[in-house]
């Protein structure tokens, strides 16, 4: 709506309610900068796989469409979705707040080690009971392994970048301990936990797939993680706290607690991640239970400019191309090294596009 | 004198965007002298030096050295020239030691290592001569800032060099560390080199100097011999200037005490003493200026006013409630507020929107938010009503406040500040950045607020805005409160002269 001038000094600048246009501009920067950086990655692929004497064309119908073969394999892409999605919504909060948690692997590994500890124990619960538990037991186990890289960092300063990535090691030797040692399931000749009571598991959507509701809990949680950054007051602290913690002091935010509470909320999804693995796909625990989804979801979130929302969108993205280079594999003889090489394209190309996306945000 | 100068520097000029810095300056040094450069904060001293030295490049003007019309593309350059500058902040690396510095960036990095022992000894050899007392193979880190500032004058010398400009040395030093720096600057005269002393330190301009030039707003407005003037005609110079506003005095008497500090003491962040036992109390319905050179304790004073930096002893009372040592929310919630000096470091999130920016201190507590959650709604209304009532000029409350301009950053600052419903108000540098239209609104809106009986602390370097709107000046210099003078225009040099640290008349030859 137009406004008349009220004063005489100053224009009176039109204060029309334009939000909902702008959020729309918003999303459709979010939502097409992603695909933008996708397609350049592939077109490089397969200029890549071209030179080296393979059909490049078939890369983006492979790597894209390969995988959509039917419901079972969208449920493939959608149970590597998960662990991506959660790490990926969590990472977007402790970014947001200017927390480099490189440490989702490890915090993934412990909620494992948690679920499988809550898991294979009390025997006789209800599944209602017990299911939730082990969610529950692995969020915390996650938030915990970050909590003591947050402490490090708002007590010591010790760089939370160092700090998690050491917390990794940790995490990862920790499992092949367990697994060789204390919680070995001696009947097996691998080394692996026992099996997790049956009321323990993560409930399946469809009973013949392996999917199991946790993608579900993904998008609910990334989506509440979305509504605490954007409209709650402890979600606009950590954002202050991350844009500027001088002007956070000043105005009177504790910034060690947000500190604190960003890592344990990007620990606990993963932690959470971990505890979907176990429950919901493996029903053991494994020394390779994750084949680095904590770091992946690095790129989710980045992928996602650090929006939750987002991240629902990025980390589907990032198990589709995931289940699509496992198809190319399979299907073209193309060698494993060069479709890693694709998906350190994929990668670089989502850093830059993300990059752009924050120029294109100004602009607009 | 000799009939060409040694150096001359004709009509420059530079341009920082919107900033003049030099505005045709012309300035002449004479070899062998020891030529003082005076001038407050901004007069355009360390760019004009800077030029001289290869830093900046002028965009118009000419520098002529030795006869030789001169134009450097970097400090390399310059001190090919034999032209060497010692920066206020040292450009050294921490963890070398003072040799590694001397030779980083010179020629064939091999070559100069093997010569090792031949730099060491030369170090030594200047150290000696100049009694320096700088170890070649000490780690810059292990040492202190009178120390490192040594080993700087002496990677000058090292190099070699006819001219030495020194910017603002005496500013981190201690008074002994002083002395000696300036009868080194004699030494080194009578070594044959030319010294230029960049300070705003009467008295010591007037212990070592031959001439003394003094700038003001980017030009060298007087030239004199140091035998030719005294202390109080430099301070008059320095300062004088028309003052644009003359705003009304409150009609009222000051009321009850609102603010008291007794003998509050504070480090800087470096650890280094700031505040010294400083005292003083604002009243209800008075605005009480601090005037002073920057980096004199302003900075410290007021984050340890607004619980940012611990105080070390001392109290501080608002409305008869010791809040010392208090946290920010703590204080904010003591009808405290706070227009920091820096805006973009503290007062603002600049890629925040202005609905944010408003409620930076309030984000959690009502009407702004309800049961956790932010009312954006109330919190929408609120910022559209200060936009309207302060004239924001900005798109609506939904844009980025880093989008609009220094004024209109300030303007919303100064809302925010005064919606919260304070009964102290601490101002550090209120028009720091902005046009004069924003600066005239938001100094109304000062004597407003005043007249309602709001107690105001004014910290300023600038004097226009302490004359213009202050009903009390108090003086600070080196972390002390020298003086207390009403913003009476005729006592300017009194005033000049506290800033530069004179407490009493210096009794000098006019």
Same mark, same amino acid.
């Given at each position: 709506m137009a406004q008349v001038?009220?004063?005489?000094?100053?224009?009176?600048?039109?204060?029309?309610? !334009?939000?909902?246009?702008? #959020?729309?501009? !918003?999303?459709?920067?979010?939502?097409?900068?992603?695909?933008?950086?996708?397609?350049?990655?592939?077109?490089?692929?397969?200029?890549?796989?071209?030179?080296?004497?393979?059909?490049?064309?078939?890369?983006?119908?492979?790597?894209?469409?390969?995988?959509? !073969?039917?419901?079972?394999?969208?449920?493939?892409?959608?149970?590597?979705? #998960?662990?991506?999605?959660?790490?990926?919504?969590?990472?977007?909060?402790?970014?947001?707040?200017?927390?480099?948690?490189?440490?989702?692997?490890? !915090?993934?590994y412990v909620g494992a080690i948690a679920a499988t500890l809550v898991g294979t124990n009390f025997d006789g619960l209800s599944v209602w009971v017990h299911a939730p538990l082990v969610m529950l037991a692995g969020a915390l186990a996650g938030a915990a392994?970050?909590?003591?890289?947050?402490?490090?960092?708002?007590?010591?300063q010790a760089s939370e970048i160092v700090t998690t990535i050491m917390l990794n090691y940790i995490a990862l030797i920790l499992t092949s301990y367990l697994v060789t040692g204390p919680m070995r399931d001696a009947s097996a000749a691998y080394p692996q936990s026992a099996r997790l009571i049956r009321e323990a598991w993560t409930p399946r959507i469809v009973s013949d797939m392996r999917l199991h509701i946790g993608i579900l809990v993904a998008i609910v949680l990334a989506v509440a993680l979305y509504i605490f950054l954007q409209r709650s007051s402890r979600g606009f602290a950590l954002r202050v706290v991350g844009l500027n913690p001088h002007a956070a002091r000043y105005a009177g935010m504790q910034v060690a607690r947000n500190v604190m509470i960003a890592m344990c909320i990007s620990g606990a999804m993963a932690g959470l991640a971990g505890a979907f693995e176990v429950a919901g796909v493996t029903h053991r625990l494994y020394q390779n239970i994750s084949p680095g989804y904590g770091f992946e979801g690095i790129a989710v979130a980045l992928l996602a400019g650090n929006n939750p929302l987002a991240a629902i969108v990025s980390g589907g993205l990032f198990a589709t191309l995931r289940s699509g280079s496992e198809v190319l594999q399979i299907t073209s003889q193309v060698p494993q090294v060069l479709v890693l090489v694709i998906q350190g394209i994929v990668i670089l190309s989502v850093v830059a596009f993300a990059k752009l996306r924050d120029i294109l945000r100004i602009v607009a | 004198m000799s009939q060409k100068p040694f150096l001359r520097i004709d009509n420059i000029r530079k341009r920082f965007g919107p900033i003049i810095a030099s505005d045709g300056v012309s300035l002449e040094i004479e070899e062998g002298e020891i030529h003082s450069l005076l001038g407050e904060n901004g007069a355009g001293k360390s760019v004009l030096m800077s030029m001289i030295c290869g830093m900046v490049r002028p965009d118009e003007g000419e520098i002529v050295f030795k006869g030789q019309s001169v134009r450097f593309n970097s400090p390399r350059e310059a001190i090919r020239q034999r032209i060497g500058m010692v920066h206020q902040h040292f450009m050294l690396v921490p963890n070398l030691t003072v040799a590694e510095n001397y030779i980083l960036g010179q020629g064939s990095a091999l070559r100069v290592i093997n010569d090792m022992d031949k730099v060491h000894a030369r170090i030594r050899e200047l150290s000696d001569r100049y009694a320096l007392d700088v170890r070649p193979d000490a780690i810059i880190e292990d040492l202190s800032v009178g120390?490192?500032?040594?080993?700087?004058?002496? $990677?000058?010398?090292?190099?070699?060099?006819?001219?030495?400009?020194?910017?603002?040395? &005496?500013?981190?030093? &201690?008074?002994?560390? &002083?002395?000696?720096?300036?009868?080194?600057?004699?030494?080194?005269?009578?070594d044959g080199k030319t010294v230029v002393f960049i300070s705003h330190k009467l008295d010591e301009v007037m212990r070592v100097s031959n001439r003394i030039s003094v700038m003001r707003d980017g030009r060298v407005v007087h030239t004199v011999n140091v035998g030719e003037t005294n202390a109080r005609e430099l301070a008059r110079m320095m300062v004088g200037r028309d003052v644009r506003m003359e705003l009304p005095r409150s009609p009222e008497p000051p009321g009850r005490i609102v603010l008291s500090v007794e003998n509050m003491t504070c480090r800087a962040e470096t650890g280094l003493p700031a505040v010294r036992r400083v005292s003083l109390d604002v009243r209800a319905g008075e605005i009480v200026g601090i005037a002073g050179v920057s980096g004199n304790g302003q900075t410290e004073l007021s984050l340890a006013l607004a619980g940012l930096l611990p105080v070390d002893s001392g109290r501080v009372m608002l409305n008869g409630k010791d809040i010392t040592g208090l946290d920010p929310a703590r204080i904010n919630a003591s009808s405290f507020s706070h227009i920091p000096e820096d805006r973009h470091k503290h007062g603002i999130v600049v890629s925040m929107s202005l609905s944010e920016n408003?409620?930076?201190?309030?984000?959690?507590? $009502?009407?702004?938010?309800?049961?956790?959650?932010?009312?954006?709604?109330?919190?929408?209304?609120?910022?559209?009503?200060?936009?309207?009532?302060?004239?924001? $000029?900005?798109?609506?409350?939904?844009?980025?406040?880093?989008?609009?301009?220094?004024?209109?950053?300030?303007?919303?600052?100064?809302?925010?500040?005064?919606?919260?419903?304070?009964?102290?108000?601490?101002?550090?540098?209120?028009?720091?950045?902005?046009?004069?239209?924003?600066?005239?609104?938001?100094?109304?809106?000062?004597? $407003?607020?005043?007249?309602?009986?709001r107690a105001i602390l004014l910290i300023?370097?600038?004097?226009?805005?302490?004359?213009?709107?202050?009903?009390?000046?108090?003086?600070?210099?080196?972390?002390?409160?020298?003086?207390?003078?009403?913003?009476?225009? &005729?006592?300017?040099?009194?005033?000049?002269?506290?800033?530069?640290?004179q407490t009493e008349q210096p009794a000098l030859a006019g």
């Amino acid at each position: 709506m137009a406004q008349v001038n009220q004063g005489v000094r100053e224009t009176v600048y039109p204060q029309a309610a !334009q939000p909902l246009y702008r #959020t729309l501009s !918003q999303i459709a920067i979010s939502a097409v900068t992603p695909i933008a950086a996708v397609l350049v990655a592939l077109a490089c692929g397969a200029a890549l796989l071209w030179l080296n004497g393979f059909n490049g064309s078939d890369i983006v119908t492979v790597m894209i469409f390969g995988s959509f !073969q039917d419901m079972r394999s969208v449920g493939e892409i959608l149970l590597k979705a #998960t662990p991506l999605i959660l790490i990926g919504a969590g990472l977007c909060v402790a970014f947001r707040c200017s927390i480099w948690n490189i440490g989702a692997e490890g !915090q993934l590994y412990v909620g494992a080690i948690a679920a499988t500890l809550v898991g294979t124990n009390f025997d006789g619960l209800s599944v209602w009971v017990h299911a939730p538990l082990v969610m529950l037991a692995g969020a915390l186990a996650g938030a915990a392994w970050a909590g003591i890289a947050g402490y490090l960092k708002v007590r010591f300063q010790a760089s939370e970048i160092v700090t998690t990535i050491m917390l990794n090691y940790i995490a990862l030797i920790l499992t092949s301990y367990l697994v060789t040692g204390p919680m070995r399931d001696a009947s097996a000749a691998y080394p692996q936990s026992a099996r997790l009571i049956r009321e323990a598991w993560t409930p399946r959507i469809v009973s013949d797939m392996r999917l199991h509701i946790g993608i579900l809990v993904a998008i609910v949680l990334a989506v509440a993680l979305y509504i605490f950054l954007q409209r709650s007051s402890r979600g606009f602290a950590l954002r202050v706290v991350g844009l500027n913690p001088h002007a956070a002091r000043y105005a009177g935010m504790q910034v060690a607690r947000n500190v604190m509470i960003a890592m344990c909320i990007s620990g606990a999804m993963a932690g959470l991640a971990g505890a979907f693995e176990v429950a919901g796909v493996t029903h053991r625990l494994y020394q390779n239970i994750s084949p680095g989804y904590g770091f992946e979801g690095i790129a989710v979130a980045l992928l996602a400019g650090n929006n939750p929302l987002a991240a629902i969108v990025s980390g589907g993205l990032f198990a589709t191309l995931r289940s699509g280079s496992e198809v190319l594999q399979i299907t073209s003889q193309v060698p494993q090294v060069l479709v890693l090489v694709i998906q350190g394209i994929v990668i670089l190309s989502v850093v830059a596009f993300a990059k752009l996306r924050d120029i294109l945000r100004i602009v607009a | 004198m000799s009939q060409k100068p040694f150096l001359r520097i004709d009509n420059i000029r530079k341009r920082f965007g919107p900033i003049i810095a030099s505005d045709g300056v012309s300035l002449e040094i004479e070899e062998g002298e020891i030529h003082s450069l005076l001038g407050e904060n901004g007069a355009g001293k360390s760019v004009l030096m800077s030029m001289i030295c290869g830093m900046v490049r002028p965009d118009e003007g000419e520098i002529v050295f030795k006869g030789q019309s001169v134009r450097f593309n970097s400090p390399r350059e310059a001190i090919r020239q034999r032209i060497g500058m010692v920066h206020q902040h040292f450009m050294l690396v921490p963890n070398l030691t003072v040799a590694e510095n001397y030779i980083l960036g010179q020629g064939s990095a091999l070559r100069v290592i093997n010569d090792m022992d031949k730099v060491h000894a030369r170090i030594r050899e200047l150290s000696d001569r100049y009694a320096l007392d700088v170890r070649p193979d000490a780690i810059i880190e292990d040492l202190s800032v009178g120390e490192q500032q040594r080993v700087e004058i002496l $990677k000058v010398l090292f190099h070699g060099i006819d001219l030495l400009i020194l910017d603002e040395p &005496t500013a981190v030093l &201690t008074p002994q560390e &002083t002395d000696r720096l300036l009868s080194l600057m004699g030494d080194l005269v009578k070594d044959g080199k030319t010294v230029v002393f960049i300070s705003h330190k009467l008295d010591e301009v007037m212990r070592v100097s031959n001439r003394i030039s003094v700038m003001r707003d980017g030009r060298v407005v007087h030239t004199v011999n140091v035998g030719e003037t005294n202390a109080r005609e430099l301070a008059r110079m320095m300062v004088g200037r028309d003052v644009r506003m003359e705003l009304p005095r409150s009609p009222e008497p000051p009321g009850r005490i609102v603010l008291s500090v007794e003998n509050m003491t504070c480090r800087a962040e470096t650890g280094l003493p700031a505040v010294r036992r400083v005292s003083l109390d604002v009243r209800a319905g008075e605005i009480v200026g601090i005037a002073g050179v920057s980096g004199n304790g302003q900075t410290e004073l007021s984050l340890a006013l607004a619980g940012l930096l611990p105080v070390d002893s001392g109290r501080v009372m608002l409305n008869g409630k010791d809040i010392t040592g208090l946290d920010p929310a703590r204080i904010n919630a003591s009808s405290f507020s706070h227009i920091p000096e820096d805006r973009h470091k503290h007062g603002i999130v600049v890629s925040m929107s202005l609905s944010e920016n408003t409620v930076l201190q309030r984000y959690d507590q $009502k009407p702004f938010a309800s049961r956790g959650m932010l009312n954006r709604r109330v919190i929408g209304e609120h910022t559209r009503d200060l936009i309207k009532r302060f004239r924001v $000029k900005s798109r609506d409350e939904n844009q980025a406040i880093g989008a609009l301009s220094g004024g209109n950053q300030q303007k919303l600052v100064v809302a925010r500040e005064l919606a919260r419903n304070p009964d102290f108000i601490l101002v550090n540098q209120l028009a720091r950045g902005i046009d004069i239209g924003a600066m005239e609104f938001v100094m109304e809106e000062m004597l $407003k607020q005043r007249d309602s009986g709001r107690a105001i602390l004014l910290i300023s370097t600038e004097l226009e805005e302490l004359f213009a709107i202050c009903d009390r000046i108090l003086v600070m210099f080196h972390g002390e409160i020298l003086g207390d003078l009403p913003p009476d225009r &005729t006592r300017l040099d009194e005033l000049g002269l506290l800033m530069a640290g004179q407490t009493e008349q210096p009794a000098l030859a006019g």
